[in-house]
C-alpha cells in the first residue's frame, strides 16, 4: 500500500507563485508515474502535470510555461512549482501517483491541497 502526503497549497494573489510537494511512503514500484491533478468546485478533476521515473514530463496546455514538475526518486517526492497564477487555478490539487499492476494500472491519491488564487 502506498501513502501519498502532500503540502505546499494555501492562498496566493494572482501573479503568485507556489509550491507544492507531496512524499510517497509505503511499498511501491521503482517505475511509476507521479502527477498532480486539480478539481475545482462544479468541475472533473483534470491532469495538470505528470512525471515519470525516468523524468518524462507531461503538462496539461493551462501549465505549459507556467508550472514546472520534478521529482526526487531517492525521497519519493514530486514537486510542481507554480508561477504567475491565476484564479482559474483556484481548486483542490491532488498528488497521485500510478504503477503498473499486471494486467493494469494502480493509482494512488493523495488527501487533496487547497490552491486558492485571489484576484
Known amino acids: 500500500q502506498v501513502q501519498l502526503v502532500e503540502s505546499g497549497g494555501g492562498l496566493v494573489q494572482t501573479g503568485g507563485s507556489l509550491r507544492l510537494s507531496c512524499v510517497a511512503s509505503?511499498?511501491?514500484?521503482?517505475?511509476?508515474?507521479m502527477g498532480w491533478y486539480r478539481q475545482a468546485p462544479g468541475k472533473q478533476r483534470e491532469l495538470v502535470a505528470a512525471?515519470?521515473?525516468?523524468?518524462?514530463?507531461n503538462y496539461a496546455d493551462s501549465a505549459k510555461g507556467r508550472f514546472t514538475i520534478s521529482r526526487d526518486n531517492v525521497k519519493n517526492t514530486v514537486y510542481l512549482q507554480m508561477n504567475r497564477l491565476k484564479p482559474e487555478d483556484t481548486a483542490v490539487y491532488y498528488c497521485?501517483?500510478?504503477?503498473?499492476?499486471?494486467?493494469?494500472?494502480?493509482?494512488?491519491w493523495g488527501q487533496g491541497t487547497q490552491v486558492t488564487v485571489s484576484s
Open positions: 509505503g511499498r511501491m514500484s521503482s517505475i511509476n508515474a
Open positions: 497521485n501517483l500510478a504503477e503498473e499492476v499486471w494486467p493494469g494500472v494502480r493509482n494512488y
Open positions: 512525471i515519470t521515473s525516468g523524468g518524462s514530463t
